[in-house]
């Protein structure tokens, strides 16, 4: 089983597992075509996508969607919330998929486990995909930690967690006050020592890959990312991945 993602951040985002012939992308917060050109640079081309699992409405990471799953003929699974909130955007899309934030599914090869997480959304969810052997748990757009999100991510092989702002970046940032509230609140986004205590809590004893990933342009950086988390696994900082805006991130194998 293998992983990249294709692009994250507030601009946009998708993932992607692959195993065997199987290949499903989380999200797509990407025009049509920006998101072939993006497959194309990880060896892809759009009739390789067995599926499009979708976390939750906001655009970065649904845009995308609709267009892309019916030009390409892709089957999309969300949750009912998010397909009621996207309000009929998903109508064009030959194969749509509904199901709850707890079910757990298969799609091809791999086996989807949903679970939901707190953000401000209709039903948001992340997910943790495995092939039987190996575990890829995804982690962003989530504001606070939960026991139940612990315990889903606890024995994977790779984590992509979010890292989403510094607090005193974002403290000091030029953003409205409201925006601020928003992002920092228990519905919005991770900061990094929030991220780095959630690894704290859980068992990182099988992982061999770890990225964070939504980090925010302004009100973040690469390096402090990579100090928190370095800091909660007591790794070397350059052992942590970064998933940026741009190319996302190269193939990872389990």
Same mark, same amino acid.
């Given at each position: 089983?293998?992983?990249?993602?294709?692009? $994250?951040? $507030?601009?946009?985002?998708?993932?992607?597992?692959?195993?065997?012939?199987?290949?499903?992308?989380?999200? +797509?917060?990407?025009?049509?075509?920006?998101?072939?050109?993006?497959?194309?640079?990880?060896?892809?081309?759009? $009739?390789?996508?067995?599926?499009?699992?979708?976390?939750?409405?906001?655009?970065?990471?649904?845009?995308?969607?609709?267009?892309?799953?019916?030009?390409?003929?892709?089957?999309?699974?969300?949750?009912?919330?998010?397909?009621?909130?996207?309000?009929?955007?998903?109508?064009?899309?030959?194969?749509?998929?509904?199901?709850?934030?707890?079910? +757990?599914?298969?799609?091809?090869?791999?086996?989807?486990?949903?679970?939901?997480?707190?953000?401000?959304?209709?039903?948001?969810?992340?997910?943790?995909?495995? /092939?039987?052997?190996?575990?890829?748990?995804?982690?962003?757009?989530?504001?606070?930690?939960?026991?139940?999100?612990?315990?889903?991510?606890?024995? @994977?092989?790779?984590?992509?967690?979010? +890292?989403?702002?510094?607090?005193?970046?974002?403290?000091?940032?030029?953003?409205?006050?409201?925006?601020?509230?928003?992002?920092?609140?228990?519905?919005?986004?991770?900061?990094?020592?929030?991220?780095? /205590?959630?690894?704290?809590?859980?068992?990182?004893?099988?992982?061999?890959?770890?990225?964070?990933?939504?980090? $925010?342009?302004?009100?973040?950086?690469?390096?402090?990312?990579?100090?928190?988390?370095?800091?909660?696994? @007591? +790794?070397?900082?350059?052992?942590?991945?970064?998933?940026?805006?741009?190319?996302?991130?190269?193939?990872?194998?389990?």
């Amino acid at each position: 089983m293998r992983f990249a993602s294709l692009g $994250s951040g $507030s601009e946009g985002n998708a993932l992607l597992v692959q195993a065997g012939n199987t290949c499903i992308m989380i999200d +797509c917060g990407f025009g049509v075509r920006d998101t072939a050109t993006r497959l194309a640079r990880h060896g892809l081309a759009p $009739s390789d996508l067995t599926a499009i699992l979708v976390t939750h409405e906001h655009a970065d990471h649904v845009g995308g969607v609709p267009a892309f799953a019916a030009k390409h003929d892709i089957a999309v699974w969300a949750t009912f919330g998010t397909l009621q909130a996207s309000a009929g955007r998903f109508d064009e899309c030959g194969r749509v998929y509904g199901f709850d934030s707890h079910d +757990c599914f298969a799609v091809g090869e791999l086996e989807v486990r949903p679970f939901p997480v707190p953000h401000d959304a209709r039903e948001p969810v992340q997910f943790v995909i495995g /092939d039987g052997a190996h575990r890829v748990g995804v982690l962003t757009d989530i504001g606070t930690s939960t026991p139940y999100v612990e315990a889903s991510l606890s024995g @994977c092989d790779a984590l992509v967690i979010e +890292c989403n702002h510094d607090r005193e970046l974002l403290a000091d940032s030029d953003y409205p006050f409201m925006l601020k509230q928003r992002i920092a609140g228990r519905f919005g986004h991770l900061h990094n020592e929030a991220a780095a /205590d959630l690894l704290k809590r859980i068992d990182t004893s099988r992982l061999k890959h770890i990225v964070a990933a939504h980090l $925010s342009r302004q009100n973040n950086t690469p390096e402090r990312a990579r100090a928190a988390l370095a800091g909660a696994l @007591c +790794c070397a900082e350059d052992w942590i991945g970064i998933a940026d805006q741009e190319s996302g991130f190269a193939w990872r194998a389990c």
